[in-house]
């Protein structure tokens, strides 16, 4: 009797402690972004392995499902889009993507701007 006694004590103090983490676990706080096929499309763009269309169909892709989630592109996401969509011409959507990560992120106000100037013609 004393036995079962223990173990039912035993019991309650493993269940409480399951209740007090798993209430624990339930109020962690969501990511402020979304990563989503960002980091291999960088390394991807690096290594210099697939060409620019399919590196711009990857990250759409990816841009998809995280708004599809409701949630944010982490900071360089559309910098990184744009910088693609300028290589392959596409300057106008470069342009978008670019004002996008403005908008999103203004500490990269400068470095956007920078890109966004076109050269000069000669």
């Not at 409701?70 to 910098?79: D, E, L």
């Not at 990269?108 to 000669?122: E, N, R, V």
């Given at each position: 009797?004393?036995?079962n006694r223990m173990?039912?004590?035993?019991?309650?103090?493993?269940?409480?402690?399951?209740?007090?983490?798993?209430?624990?676990?339930?109020?962690?706080?969501?990511?402020?972004?979304?990563?989503?096929?960002?980091?291999?499309?960088?390394?991807?763009?690096?290594?210099?392995?697939k060409a620019p269309?399919?590196?711009?169909?990857?990250?759409?892709?990816?841009?998809?499902?995280?708004?599809?989630?409701?949630?944010?592109?982490?900071?360089?996401?559309?910098?990184?889009?744009?910088?693609?969509?300028?290589?392959?011409?596409?300057?106008?959507?470069?342009?978008?993507?670019?004002?996008?990560?403005?908008?999103?992120f203004p500490e990269?106000?400068?470095?956007?701007?920078?890109?966004?100037?076109?050269?000069?013609?000669?």
């Open positions: 009797m004393k036995h173990m039912r004590g035993i019991y309650l103090q493993v269940t409480m402690a399951a209740v007090l983490l798993s209430g624990c676990a339930a109020n962690s706080p969501q990511p402020l972004y979304q990563w989503t096929g960002y980091q291999p499309a960088v390394y991807d763009y690096l290594k210099g392995e269309p399919e590196q711009i169909e990857a990250l759409e892709k990816s841009l998809q499902v995280i708004r599809g989630k409701g949630h944010t592109p982490p900071p360089g996401f559309h910098a990184q889009l744009g910088m693609l969509f300028a290589s392959v011409g596409n300057d106008t959507q470069a342009m978008q993507e670019f004002e996008s990560e403005k908008q999103l990269s106000t400068t470095y956007m701007d920078f890109l966004m100037k076109k050269p000069k013609q000669p």
